[in-house]
T-cell receptor, first 115, second 114 residues
Framework: DAMVIQNPRYQVTQFGKPVTLSCSQT?????MYWYQQKSSQAPKLLFH???????NEADTPDNFQSRRPNTSFCFLDIRSPGLGDAAMYLC??????????????FGEGSWLTVV | AQKVTQAQTEISVVEKEDVTLDCVYE???????LFWYKQPPSGELVFLIR??????QNEISGRYSWNFQKSTSSFNFTITASQVVDSAVYFC???????????FGAGTTVTVRA
């Protein structure tokens, strides 16, 4: 059974129309991440939460926001999607402590199309 | 600065051939972790292996094997007797002890032809 679940798998949004992608995890992991992956590129970290502590990457545009209301859920909000934001968005988790603390487990991804 | 280099962009082989994916990393930490992930066309990044810097034992899992050599800062991955289902993009990644983030290589696309 999937342990990191992303919804929706496919999202089409209009240019400038806010969109929210969701992620839930059944692993009870402390850390949740959002990565952006464009075609033929490696995943790029946008931000991560260690418990409730939010950590933004320096080059993540302000257009991208995140919420983590509880341990299990994390949301990615794109306030005004542009054509350049079309990508796959990957949610991931890790324990964040212990011997296996930094092994990161990924969800299936949400493909975002901006029209 | 690039921390993980996967020099091979694409590799194409015929089924049952062996294929080796190269990965060279760079870090100043004495404690670090190396990973390989598989990304099939469906998109999910599948965790394959994690290796600690203090454990240089090579590992074999079925048709997969990994060769970790600190002396050359390499963590290479071999698929033996490749199958069509092995077709995917493979990413090597590094995590340093100071944080829990992954630095990915650019990925190597493996195509196995029947």
């Amino acid at each position: 059974d999937a342990m990191v679940i992303q919804n929706p798998r496919y999202q089409v949004t209009q240019f400038g129309k806010p969109v929210t992608l969701s992620c839930s995890q059944t692993l009870n992991h402390n850390v949740m991440y959002w990565y952006q992956q464009k075609s033929s590129q490696a995943p790029k970290l946008l931000f991560h939460y260690y418990d409730k502590d939010f950590n933004n990457e320096a080059d993540t545009p302000d257009n991208f926001q995140s919420r983590r209301p509880n341990t299990s859920f994390c949301f990615l909000d794109i306030r005004s999607p542009g054509l350049g934001d079309a990508a796959m968005y990957l949610c991931a988790t890790s324990r964040g402590q212990g011997l296996d603390g930094n092994t990161i487990y990924f969800g299936e991804g949400s493909w975002l199309t901006v029209v | 600065a690039q921390k993980v280099t996967q020099a091979q962009t694409e590799i194409s082989v015929v089924e049952k051939e062996d294929v080796t994916l190269d990965c060279v990393y760079e870090t100043r930490d004495t404690t670090y972790y190396l990973f390989w992930y598989k990304q099939p066309p469906s998109g999910e990044l599948v965790f394959l292996i994690r290796r600690n810097s203090f454990d240089e034992q090579n590992e074999i899992s079925g048709r997969y094997s990994w060769n970790f050599q600190k002396s050359t800062s390499s963590f290479n991955f071999t698929i033996t007797a490749s199958q069509v289902v092995d077709s995917a993009v493979y990413f090597c990644a590094l995590s340093e002890a100071i944080d829990y983030k992954l630095s990915f290589g650019a990925g190597t696309t493996v195509t196995v032809r029947a």
